[in-house]
């Protein structure tokens, strides 16, 4: 990486004490405030950290956190890799990750959808990773068509490579704007926003998944060079070669994302073999799957923010013997609108013990009471162990689903696990 002009020095330097302050005090990880702060001296901060790199921009609804995380173990095998792997993926965050670690040449960032055309005109980044597209935070965020837009325009004015799901009909056309592709299959559970072709409009062919088509224009599944296959637990890398994933983290979900992590690192020369051996020593990510004990139990935390998330945890469930808490709040991060509920079917949970609680606990009890689904509403976790204990002292697991907001909260009641 090249020395920076004085004034990025400055700007770097004042950033880092700014996050520095952050944490010193308490107020958060400092990634934010630090990226501010930088920004006021230096407007072209970001563009200036990142010249002479090798950066990967990752960006999706669901997984970017999961799979930055990924990707950066991977890259770790050839050096120092800069990366906001947990979560602030905005260019103020940006900005920080790349100024705390100045002397790496390979870095990772996760990246908000919404910013993805400006993060990506600022960086010139090696690789563009796109996973998936659904309905998000429906108050604020772009339509999800009108989004794929932007990625397809904005991808076709650089020469960056693009590595994508090809199972999404969405990221595909939005990644077959580039000049350069990396088609894997990684699947997509969730496909209520994928029955229309992002092309002409026309209702898609999905006989045989995974693949797709439109009958109208002819746009239709990319072919693909990487797959994952859910059921034997393997990674089809190019050529045929198939390599057991044995992750520490659960879920096709997860899978997916290793898969496209795997791709990414071969971009950067390394092996698939010894990308999965790293991979396997992540076990959480910025406290999603992690496992807390207390009171005796052992609590598992599960983050899903919208409709797809909740389908694929759902997915990760233990046995119905398993209570499981829901938490939902409707805080800035995690749009007003609670609409999206009416989109999960949370059929799935009948026959199992369910708890309700977050700031928007009815919302959700209503939700529940459509579907048929039997419910209790608490406060706070240890107020459903406290309840459970009681009634039957052996119980040693319970599962939470929570959206972002409340996932943070019951995670920092439980000392920020990681």
Not at 360 to 382: C, M, Q
Request: glycine share 8%; charged share 25%; net charge neutral.
């Amino acid at each position: 990486m090249s020395e920076l002009p004085l004034r990025a020095q400055l700007a770097s330097v004042l950033g880092r004490s700014a996050a520095s302050l952050s944490r010193a005090t308490g107020r958060g990880d400092g990634s934010v405030i630090g990226g501010r702060v930088a920004l006021k001296v230096e407007p072209d901060l970001l563009a200036k950290l990142a010249q002479g790199r090798r950066l990967a921009l990752v960006s999706a609804t669901n997984g970017k956190t999961t799979t930055t995380r990924l990707i950066a173990q991977a890259l770790r095998e050839l050096g120092e890799v800069a990366t906001n792997e947990y979560g602030a993926n905005m260019p103020t965050g940006h900005i920080t990750a790349l100024s705390d670690n100045k002397s790496a040449i390979n870095g990772v960032l996760e990246v908000d959808e919404k910013y993805l055309p400006q993060v990506l005109k600022a960086t010139s980044p090696a690789f563009v990773v796109l996973m998936n597209l659904s309905r998000d935070q429906m108050d604020r965020a772009s339509e999800i068509n009108l989004l794929a837009k932007k990625w397809r325009t904005a991808l076709s004015q650089s020469n960056t490579h693009v590595i994508a799901n090809a199972d999404d009909p969405l990221v595909a056309w939005a990644g077959l704007g580039a000049p350069n592709a990396t088609w894997v299959s990684a699947g997509q559970r969730w496909k209520e926003d994928a029955w229309c072709c992002p092309e002409c409009g026309g209702h898609l062919k999905r006989d045989q998944d995974p693949h797709w088509e439109c009958p109208e224009c002819g746009l239709s599944r990319p072919e693909t060079t990487w797959a994952v296959d859910n059921d034997s637990d393997t990674l089809i890398a190019p050529g045929g070669q198939q390599i057991k994933l044995r992750l520490n983290l659960p879920g096709d979900a997860n899978r997916s994302n290793a898969a496209i992590a795997a791709a990414t690192a071969a971009g950067y020369g390394l092996h698939p073999e010894r990308t999965v051996e790293r991979l396997r020593e992540i076990s959480s990510v910025a406290g999603r799957y992690t496992s807390v004990v207390t009171m005796g139990v052992e609590v598992r935390l599960l983050l899903a923010k919208n409709p797809a998330g909740w389908l694929e945890s759902f997915a990760v469930l233990d046995p119905p013997r398993v209570p499981v808490i829901l938490a939902v709040n409707a805080q800035i991060p995690d749009g007003k609108d609670t609409s999206w509920l009416w989109d999960v079917d949370y059929r799935v949970l009948r026959g199992r013990r369910v708890f309700v609680m977050g700031e928007r606990r009815t919302d959700l009890a209503l939700r529940l009471e459509t579907d048929e689904v039997p419910f209790e509403v608490a406060d706070r976790v240890d107020e459903i162990l406290g309840r459970l204990k009681a009634e039957r002292p052996d119980i040693t697991k319970v599962d939470v689903i929570a959206n972002y907001t409340a996932f943070q909260q019951i995670r920092t009641a439980y000392g920020r696990v990681q």
